[in-house]
């Protein structure tokens, strides 16, 4: 067995040169890029999942929100518990709930099963993500080799995106949508025999308590604004079951705060927030992952359920996405250089405004290559500026005692907002999706038709097979209904990003001099 290290032991058991160290950039990338697929994968599977476990449109959300929401809330918590613990440890418990929690949403017999499942999943993702991080720093040692390192894990972040929506939409197709969940058994097992043999333990002295109060108190009041924000769409934002659940989030959000503003040990130091461009970044993360992770969402119920599109071919539709991320990525980070973040992040957010308000104009006859394609394009090679230049920005000037959590924050805001904006936007298109079917039904037979789609699908779908059948005539509506609903959200998404340009423009002034100022590596971890 090899003991422990500590991360400030320049020299010892474990030797810089570690023979292994390639090999364990092999078994940390495996692990990486089974957080990355389930960002993904499950969105392309999501329409059949529904439909085999009658989720209605209002809750179908939750099986994104439910992943993301514990693991933006907790991935600081995560963090400090594997420097306190044991990296190796942890992650190796990690791996194995995440299989478990995988193996249990494969399985699901339920919405609330399925749901609960990918809950845990993100419990045990928090964990995992900033334990590959730490490993891939102590790892590789050496300045060049580290970046090297950087560099590959980098594109398994940046790749496995698309691996999982090609990867989604095969084993939906071809097999089931619950392999899109399976499928994380095996990769998990072959982590964890690689994690045995390959990754040294470490981790670092302990310093005060974990804040477990603190991260309570986070995910709560955060679950509760989600939840808040579903129940409108199954209320109305005027029922106490909406606002009763916004204001206790607020209470407990605000508690939060001020614990955090007091506590020495913070899981999120409240002076982090204190630097006004990384205070920036992490407005522009929340405000970009509450109009981005929808969109995804809402683009393949689109081509699945509007466009009648194979899970394959959705799969493929958002291959051009991967590509910008990369190309504007590639391009943002020389132009940082050049210009700074202070035009580098807001010339993102504005690609994707005009993505965003392309997007908002679709209708049923909307082609890919002529609307989503262009749509898609743009929002990528912005997200690719954006991605890239925050993380540097808020890494920028930070103690070395905070550059674990200051990065972190940069993921955590883009989870936490994914979840906020999932359940926010979706209750925008339900809202409109049944407005528009209220005011379009032109006959008793058409309303009938509509209610049996919303009561029994499976009746619905032999009826509407009916040549100029009522229910053929009420799938149109609801089609178009659909649609209408996807392009509202896209409408608010755009004005999120509007106002997150705006915050860049008056919180981001980093100058390309602060960029060069950041260790490349030190700008992924």
């Known amino acids: 067995m090899t003991s422990p290290t500590t991360d400030l032991e320049k020299s010892g058991s474990v030797s810089d040169l570690d023979p292994k160290r390639w090999l364990a950039l092999i078994v940390i990338g495996i692990a990486q890029l089974m957080v990355v697929l389930d960002a993904t994968i499950v969105n392309i599977a999501l329409p059949d999942a529904a439909t085999a476990l009658h989720i209605s449109d209002a809750n179908r959300q939750w099986i994104v929100t439910a992943y993301a929401l514990p693991f933006g809330a907790l991935l600081l918590l995560g963090g400090r518990i594997g420097d306190y613990l044991g990296r190796k440890k942890i992650l190796m418990i990690a791996l194995g709930g995440f299989a478990l929690a995988s193996a249990l949403g494969g399985i699901a017999q339920d919405f609330v099963m399925l749901a609960g499942a990918r809950a845990l999943q993100g419990v045990f993702a928090a964990m995992l993500a900033p334990s590959t991080l730490s490993m891939l720093t102590v790892t590789f040692r050496d300045p060049k080799e580290r970046a090297k390192a950087f560099a590959v894990f980098g594109a398994i972040a940046g790749g496995g995106a698309a691996v999982g929506l090609v990867l989604g939409g095969l084993l939906t197709e071809y097999a089931t949508w619950r392999w899109c969940l399976l499928v994380n058994v095996p990769i998990s097992v072959v982590a964890i025999i690689g994690t045995s043999i390959y990754l040294h333990e470490s981790n670092t002295e302990r310093q005060g308590s974990y804040d477990v109060l603190g991260a309570l108190l986070g995910t709560i009041g955060l679950g509760m604004l989600v939840w808040g924000f579903n129940q409108a769409a199954s209320h109305s934002w005027s029922s106490p ?103 580098v992040v807001p010339a993102g957010l504005i690609l994707g405004v005009l993505g965003l308000v392309v997007l908002s104009r679709l209708t049923l006859s909307s082609s890919y290559v002529g609307t989503i394609l262009p749509a898609v394009l743009l929002m990528s090679v912005g997200m690719g500026f954006i991605f890239m230049s925050t ?23 883009q989870q936490i907002g994914g979840s906020l904006g999932t359940a926010l936007l979706s209750t925008f298109a339900v809202s409109a999706t049944t407005a528009y079917i209220a005011g379009h039904i032109d006959s008793a037979a058409t309303g009938a038709a509509v209610q049996l789609y919303q009561t029994n699908p499976n009746a619905f779908a032999a009826a509407a097979a009916v040549p100029d059948s009522a229910a053929q005539k009420a799938m149109v509506l609801i089609n178009a209904a659909s649609t209408h609903g996807y392009s509202v959200a896209f409408t608010w998404a755009a004005g999120l990003f509007a106002l997150a340009t705006v915050a860049s423009l008056l919180l981001i002034n980093a100058s390309k001099t602060d960029a060069a100022a950041v260790e490349p590596g030190l700008a992924m971890a």
């Not at 522009?284 to 689109?302: K, M």
């Not at 000037?397 to 955590?412: F, H, L, Q, R, Y």
Request: charged share 10%.
């Open 391 to 413: 993380t540097n920005v808020a890494l920028h000037g930070v103690d070395a005692k905070d550059s674990g959590v200051a990065s972190a924050m940069v993921n955590t805001t």
């Open 241 to 343: 079951s909406t606002w009763g659940w916004l204001v206790g989030a607020v209470v407990l959000l605000v508690l939060f705060v001020v614990l955090e503003s007091r506590n020495p040990h913070a899981i999120l130091p409240m002076r982090i927030l204190k630097d006004r461009n990384r205070a920036g970044a992490y407005v522009v993360g929340l405000l970009v992952g509450t109009g981005l992770f929808a969109v995804f969402l809402f683009l393949t119920f689109f081509l699945q359920g509007v466009k009648l599109w194979s899970p394959v071919q959705s799969g493929v539709a958002f291959l051009p996405f991967s590509a910008g991320v990369i190309i504007g990525a590639g391009v943002g980070s020389q132009l940082v250089l050049k210009v700074g973040a202070k035009i």
